[in-house]
């Protein structure tokens, strides 16, 4: 029996640990906190001292049970979970559930899971930290008191199912707020000049007036007083300039760059960098420090000089500008700058190239530039037109990485050709382009991280988390505006004459960028009329600090608790006892026939459109908004269009054809065929011709491809991108086959490699009870039974389980589904 038991969080890390120790310890997983606060109650005493009540959940029991059985048989026990203020109280429950004897238990923690950084933590063992202990737990007691209490006031006074919470109530609350200044902003309309000009040798480039024109006629009379004018440069600087590397990542600028330049979600990038970090690759990554170990940076400074030579190198350390940042720690980094690359999988290898070239470039040189600035003057007018250019005169660490930018850039700065003051240029042509004032941009993941990493809003390695809830939780979405289509115009004058032309521009198009839902707006709303202290930047941002300062010993956190409690718990009283319930209700006008009131407000299944309310003689009518129509913005005539569906357009073939809103959009109704109608299209605008069309296109679609054992095989394309459908099994279709052209082989071989795919999938399938145990992602599995999947936990032994045991569990499952419903019902 190893004399050394070593618990850290995760399997993929102990792996990693254990090779680096000898054969005296072993390395095992508690698979991150054995213990929390319970499910079904509060948990907190609130009328003491707010010591939490925590418990081991059933999942964790067969865990605990192991790992006391290895710590009574160890002489030494050390908890190397994370270094961060999570991983601290993870220790601490390991050493209070576990009962481990102070004598023999050591707490390490470490940066980075090398060698050196295991031996060194080795070697420089240090008790638990109670202050970081005592902050995990005021973020959790604080959070669950909130949740808690907030939460059933949002049942009974807006609608049941939701929830609140600190910091989650607060992102959804700027998000809301952004998308009511771009509700209620109105584009303003100037004209833009831009010039080409070229100098006596030939060579062109572009200058535009440093002032936009207010109106059309100003525009158009500025570009007739140019149409006979000489120019020449009346000015010329010329200056040096160099610009620095940004600093190595912070867990925030990394879920920003790797948004812009990899396309991920703030949770995927905290996903792979998790199993970079356990892999031994990168440093920890939930970190808000932008400093470097002297380690890193003569690891650095050795591999620049070695690929790119000496007068690449500048050692330097940055200074972060972060509220509370936690400046002891480190940056996310390679843990050896001589890999610049890794053979991992690609997200992985995408990631930590990016960790890698950020890192590498902030111990290089500035860039220097030679920047140039020129103005124009013409004969006619007294206006001046201005261009600038740069050249590169050392690339410096341009040689290896280039930040992003959230900002829309119209045009970067070029070179431009030799020029001298009083040279005489030629005009090609000027135009004067209609601009209309932009909207302030909806968030994106990554920039709604800075913002409230700005605002001292939340820590690391809350980010990921905060922006998955307000997902899930519906609150918010990702916008999926196709953007329509703007016309604008631009004057041009070419030749010495003005000619005016109409263009059209694609503009509102907000993909991927976070949209709040009805009902994320009546929630803060709510929030905001009821608990506005709760949801105040000021605030949320003050919470954070004192969590700082009990994490440095300078607060005691019941005391923070009791403070905050003895004011909240009173105004979650007087709300639940006097305040009116909130549905979001705009009232729009008067219905023209009737005269009775129509509005919009949340009804029990979503939005709705009423006309007349309990009090008229007549019941209400009611129709549901369209996925698409948001309560705070349907105009009349829209609320009033929805009545008019479901519209029967005629018939076909025997059969009626009617158009109607459905849950995922507007579609066209042919017996028991559905078809969706294209982005964008309006249902009442649909005539029967464009409808069959519809119909005809569904059924070629539909039309098997293929006879694969006596049963049609389908073709389609779904959101997951292209599929063949047998046997009511699907089957998704990869690149490396031709989509448009599938082979009779090709069809063969995708259905049995999807049969044979779900055959090793099965772990146990017992038939006469209709329930089996299957692989899912991750090394998790599943058992299932009809409609019912419940997953494992990683350490249950699937391969020992028996019928009895996966009876149990569904049984369980069931159980506790009826429970939930009865403990909702009666609150």
Same mark, same amino acid.
């Given at each position: 029996?190893?004399?050394?038991?070593?618990?850290?969080?995760?399997?993929?890390?102990?792996?990693?640990?254990?090779?680096?120790?000898?054969?005296?310890?072993?390395?095992?997983?508690?698979?991150?906190?054995?213990? #929390?606060?319970?499910?079904?109650?509060?948990?907190?005493?609130?009328?003491?001292?707010?010591?939490?009540?925590?418990?081991?959940?059933?999942?964790?029991?067969?865990?605990?049970?192991?790992?006391?059985?290895?710590?009574?048989?160890?002489?030494? =026990?050390?908890?190397?979970?994370?270094?961060?203020?999570?991983?601290?109280?993870?220790?601490?429950?390991?050493?209070?559930?576990?009962?481990?004897?102070?004598?023999?238990?050591?707490? =390490?923690?470490?940066?980075?899971?090398?060698?050196? @950084?295991?031996?060194?933590?080795?070697?420089?063992?240090?008790?638990?930290?109670?202050?970081?202990? #005592?902050?995990?737990?005021?973020?959790?007691?604080?959070?669950?008191?909130?949740? $808690?209490?907030?939460?059933?006031?949002?049942?009974?006074?807006?609608?049941?199912?939701?929830?609140?919470?600190?910091?989650?109530?607060?992102?959804?609350?700027?998000?809301?707020?952004?998308?009511?200044?771009?509700?209620?902003?109105?584009?303003?309309?100037?004209?833009?000049?831009?010039?080409?000009?070229?100098?006596?040798?030939?060579?062109?480039?572009?200058?535009?007036? &440093?002032?936009?024109?207010?109106?059309?006629?100003?525009?158009?009379?500025?570009?007739?007083?140019?149409?006979?004018?000489?120019?020449?440069?009346?000015?010329?600087?010329?200056?040096?300039?160099?610009?620095?590397?940004?600093?190595?990542?912070? +867990?925030?600028?990394?879920?920003?760059?790797?948004?812009?330049?990899?396309?991920?979600?703030?949770?995927?990038?905290? +996903?792979?960098?998790?199993?970079? $970090?356990?892999?031994?690759?990168?440093?920890?990554?939930?970190?808000?420090?932008?400093?470097?170990?002297?380690?890193?940076?003569?690891?650095?400074?050795?591999?620049?000089?070695?690929?790119?030579?000496?007068?690449?190198?500048?050692?330097?350390?940055?200074?972060?500008?972060?509220?509370?940042?936690?400046?002891?720690?480190?940056?996310?980094?390679?843990?050896?700058?001589?890999?610049?690359?890794?053979?991992?999988?690609?997200?992985?290898?995408?990631?930590?190239?990016?960790?890698?070239?950020?890192?590498?470039?902030?111990?290089?040189?500035?860039?220097?530039?030679?920047?140039?600035?020129?103005?124009?003057?013409?004969?006619?007018?007294?206006?001046?037109?201005?261009?600038?250019?740069?050249?590169?005169?050392?690339?410096?660490?341009?040689?290896?990485?280039?930040?992003?930018?959230?900002?829309?850039?119209?045009?970067?700065?070029?070179?431009?050709?030799?020029?001298?003051?009083?040279?005489?240029?030629?005009?090609?042509?000027?135009?004067?382009?209609?601009?209309?004032?932009?909207?302030?941009?909806?968030?994106?993941?990554?920039?709604?991280?800075?913002? /409230?990493?700005?605002?001292?809003?939340?820590?690391?390695?809350? $980010?990921?988390?905060?922006?998955?809830?307000?997902?899930?939780?519906?609150?918010?979405?990702?916008?999926?505006?196709?953007?329509?289509?703007?016309?604008?115009?631009? /004057?041009?004058?070419?030749?010495?004459?003005?000619?005016?032309?109409? /263009?059209?521009?694609?503009?509102?198009?907000?993909?991927?960028?976070?949209?709040?839902?009805?009902?994320?707006?009546?929630? +803060?709303?709510?929030?905001?009329?009821?608990?506005?202290?709760?949801?105040?930047?000021?605030?949320?941002?003050?919470?954070?600090?004192?969590?700082? %300062?009990?994490?440095?010993?300078?607060?005691?956190?019941?005391?923070?608790?009791?403070?905050?409690?003895?004011?909240?718990? &009173?105004?979650?009283?007087?709300?639940?006892?006097?305040?009116?319930?909130?549905?979001?209700?705009?009232?729009?006008?008067?219905?023209?026939?009737?005269?009775?009131?129509?509005?919009?407000?949340?009804?029990?299944?979503?939005?709705?459109?009423?006309?007349?309310?309990?009090?008229?003689?007549?019941?209400?009518?009611?129709?549901?908004?369209?996925?698409?129509?948001?309560?705070?913005?349907?105009?009349?005539?829209?609320?009033?269009?929805?009545?008019?569906?479901?519209?029967?357009?005629?018939?076909?073939?025997?059969?009626?054809?009617?158009?109607?809103?459905?849950?995922?959009?507007?579609?066209?109704?042919?017996?028991?065929?559905?078809?969706?109608?294209?982005?964008?299209?309006?249902?009442?605008?649909?005539?029967?011709?464009?409808?069959?069309?519809? =119909?005809? @296109?569904?059924?070629?679609?539909?039309?098997?491809?293929?006879?694969?054992?006596?049963?049609?095989?389908?073709?389609?394309?779904?959101?997951?991108?292209?599929?063949?459908?047998?046997?009511?099994?699907?089957?998704?279709?990869?690149?490396?086959?031709?989509?448009?052209?599938?082979?009779?082989?090709?069809?063969?071989?995708?259905?049995?490699?999807?049969?044979?795919?779900?055959?090793?999938?099965?772990?146990?399938?017992?038939?006469?009870?209709?329930?089996?145990?299957?692989?899912?992602?991750?090394?998790?599995?599943?058992?299932?039974?009809?409609? +019912?999947?419940?997953?494992?936990?990683?350490?249950? %032994?699937?391969?020992?389980?028996?019928?009895?045991?996966?009876?149990?569990?569904?049984?369980?499952?069931?159980?506790?589904?009826?429970?939930?419903?009865?403990?909702?019902?009666?609150?």
């Amino acid at each position: 029996m190893a004399k050394n038991l070593v618990i850290v969080e995760s399997p993929a890390k102990a792996k990693t640990i254990e090779k680096f120790l000898g054969k005296d310890f072993k390395v095992e997983s508690s698979f991150g906190h054995i213990a #929390d606060l319970p499910s079904k109650e509060l948990g907190v005493n609130v009328e003491g001292d707010f010591k939490p009540k925590y418990e081991v959940s059933k999942d964790k029991r067969a865990v605990v049970k192991k790992l006391k059985e290895l710590a009574k048989k160890a002489d030494t =026990i050390w908890l190397a979970s994370d270094e961060d203020r999570e991983g601290e109280a993870i220790a601490w429950h390991l050493a209070e559930t576990l009962k481990l004897d102070k004598q023999r238990t050591k707490r =390490i923690v470490f940066h980075e899971i090398t060698k050196s @950084a295991i031996q060194k933590a080795i070697e420089n063992p240090r008790g638990i930290d109670y202050d970081l202990v #005592d902050a995990q737990q005021a973020r959790r007691v604080l959070d669950r008191i909130v949740g $808690y209490e907030l939460s059933p006031v949002l049942w009974r006074k807006v609608k049941g199912g939701l929830s609140a919470g600190r910091v989650q109530s607060v992102s959804v609350r700027l998000i809301v707020e952004r998308e009511r200044e771009i509700l209620d902003f109105s584009p303003e309309a100037s004209y833009r000049i831009d010039a080409e000009f070229s100098n006596e040798d030939g060579q062109s480039f572009r200058a535009k007036l &440093p002032k936009n024109f207010s109106t059309k006629a100003e525009a158009q009379h500025f570009l007739e007083q140019n149409a006979s004018a000489h120019f020449r440069v009346s000015d010329l600087e010329k200056k040096p300039v160099r610009k620095s590397p940004a600093a190595p990542f912070t +867990t925030s600028t990394l879920q920003q760059e790797a948004s812009r330049k990899l396309y991920f979600s703030v949770s995927k990038t905290m +996903t792979v960098a998790q199993r970079l $970090y356990e892999s031994g690759l990168i440093t920890y990554m939930r970190t808000d420090s932008v400093n470097l170990s002297d380690e890193a940076r003569r690891g650095a400074q050795k591999e620049i000089e070695h690929t790119y030579g000496s007068n690449y190198s500048k050692p330097r350390n940055y200074v972060g500008k972060t509220k509370g940042a936690q400046d002891a720690h480190e940056a996310i980094r390679p843990t050896d700058f001589s890999m610049s690359s890794v053979n991992v999988d690609r997200d992985q290898a995408r990631l930590y190239d990016l960790i890698w070239k950020r890192a590498i470039a902030s111990q290089m040189s500035e860039v220097q530039l030679e920047r140039t600035h020129i103005k124009i003057s013409a004969s006619t007018h007294n206006e001046t037109f201005a261009a600038s250019g740069e050249v590169i005169t050392f690339d410096g660490f341009l040689k290896v990485y280039m930040e992003g930018t959230d900002d829309e850039v119209e045009e970067q700065e070029g070179m431009l050709p030799a020029l001298r003051v009083n040279e005489a240029l030629y005009n090609h042509y000027v135009t004067a382009t209609e601009r209309y004032t932009r909207p302030p941009a909806r968030y994106t993941e990554a920039s709604l991280v800075k913002k /409230l990493e700005e605002l001292g809003i939340g820590r690391p390695s809350t $980010y990921a988390p905060t922006i998955s809830t307000i997902q899930n939780r519906n609150y918010v979405e990702k916008g999926a505006v196709e953007g329509e289509e703007r016309k604008y115009s631009q /004057l041009t004058l070419k030749n010495g004459v003005v000619k005016d032309k109409l /263009l059209t521009e694609k503009v509102g198009s907000d993909k991927g960028k976070l949209v709040p839902t009805d009902i994320g707006m009546i929630v +803060t709303d709510f929030l905001v009329n009821h608990f506005e202290h709760i949801l105040d930047y000021n605030f949320t941002a003050k919470v954070e600090s004192d969590f700082d %300062d009990i994490a440095e010993g300078k607060e005691d956190w019941t005391k923070v608790m009791k403070s905050f409690y003895n004011d909240f718990h &009173p105004q979650v009283e007087d709300v639940t006892e006097n305040a009116d319930r909130e549905s979001g209700e705009r009232i729009l006008g008067t219905d023209p026939k009737t005269g009775r009131q129509v509005s919009v407000r949340l009804g029990k299944f979503g939005p709705m459109v009423q006309i007349g309310t309990a009090d008229d003689d007549e019941k209400p009518q009611f129709a549901s908004l369209s996925p698409d129509q948001q309560l705070n913005s349907i105009t009349f005539e829209e609320a009033m269009n929805l009545f008019k569906l479901p519209k029967s357009l005629g018939s076909y073939k025997g059969e009626e054809v009617e158009v109607n809103n459905g849950r995922f959009g507007p579609y066209v109704r042919f017996g028991k065929t559905f078809v969706s109608l294209p982005n964008g299209a309006d249902p009442l605008s649909v005539e029967l011709d464009e409808a069959v069309g519809l =119909i005809e @296109a569904k059924k070629k679609a539909d039309a098997p491809i293929y006879t694969y054992k006596g049963l049609p095989v389908q073709k389609g394309k779904g959101r997951f991108g292209p599929f063949i459908k047998w046997n009511n099994m699907f089957v998704n279709v990869s690149k490396k086959y031709d989509w448009d052209n599938l082979s009779e082989d090709d069809v063969i071989e995708l259905i049995e490699d999807k049969i044979q795919k779900e055959k090793d999938k099965i772990v146990h399938n017992w038939v006469d009870e209709g329930i089996r145990i299957e692989k899912a992602r991750w090394g998790r599995h599943h058992v299932i039974k009809g409609k +019912t999947k419940v997953e494992l936990a990683k350490t249950v %032994d699937v391969d020992k389980m028996t019928l009895e045991e996966a009876k149990a569990i569904i049984e369980a499952n069931a159980s506790k589904k009826k429970t939930t419903k009865r403990s909702t019902k009666k609150k």
